[in-house]
């Protein structure tokens, strides 16, 4: 036996969109009546279960899918996937060693070049200090020779002293204006430390060796 029902009377039975059992229609999927110009869809009422298992399938399809069911993964991806991790794991241990081995070496040769470096500067040092040592007792024996000579001149040369008149008789000052601004000079000398000019028990002595081209003008 057979029904007519409206298309958003069968879509809301079925629980879908009137859009949906038009495209039904259109692919010849229901069969649907042009009754004085309405659609009508033809319903075999002895395909009731059927339509509604259709309309369980129809809810099932339309329901939102909230979760994920896991991907259990096989036994082989597990060991693949551990394989992967060890090889992983030993080529950064192979990595690391070679760095180790790279650092050490790099280390030994850095402790060899500062160690030539040390010797070298020690080496210079010691030059140094023998060249040093060298010069030190080549000055102090070339000042112990010149005071050796000094002394053996000095002991040698005896200073002769000579007073006032014989002084005078020597540069050959018989003026008497001239003696006296001779001898202001002289003992303006020996108040400045004059070597040659000393006072003897009030006298004056003038060493006869010595030259007074600066005072006899």
Same mark, same amino acid.
């Given at each position: 036996m057979e029904k007519l029902m409206k298309p958003a009377e069968y879509a809301k039975e079925l629980g879908i969109s009137r859009q949906a059992v038009y495209a039904k229609i259109k692919r *010849? @999927?229901? +069969?649907?009546?042009?009754?004085? *110009?309405?659609?009508? @869809?033809?319903?075999?009422?002895? *395909?009731?279960?059927?339509?509604?298992?259709?309309?369980?399938?129809?809810?099932?399809?339309?329901?939102? +899918?909230?979760?994920?069911?896991?991907? +259990?993964?096989?036994?082989?991806?597990?060991s693949k996937d551990y394989e992967a991790l060890l090889a992983a794991k030993d080529e950064t241990i192979a990595v690391l060693k070679g760095t180790v081995k790279d650092l050490k070496k790099s280390n030994k040769q850095i402790s060899t070049t500062l160690r030539g470096e040390i010797d070298l500067l020690k080496e210079a040092f010691h030059e140094m200090r023998t060249l040093y040592m060298h010069q030190l007792e080549h000055k102090k024996a070339a000042t112990e020779a010149i005071e050796v000579v000094t002394e053996a001149v000095e002991s040698d040369v005896e200073v002769e002293w000579i007073g006032i008149k014989k002084f005078f008789k020597k540069f050959g000052i018989e003026k008497t204006k001239q003696q006296e601004k001779l001898l202001k000079r002289l003992k303006k000398a020996w108040k400045s430390g004059d070597v040659r000019i000393q006072k003897v028990d009030g006298k004056w002595k003038f060493d006869a060796q010595s030259s007074y081209e600066d005072l006899v003008k």
């Open positions: *010849g @999927i229901l +069969t649907a009546k042009d009754v004085e *110009g309405k659609l009508y @869809i033809v319903v075999d009422t002895e *395909g009731e279960e059927s339509k509604s298992q259709e309309a369980a399938e129809t809810k099932a399809a339309k329901k939102p +899918t909230t979760e994920k069911e896991p991907r +259990t993964a096989t036994s082989s991806e597990a």
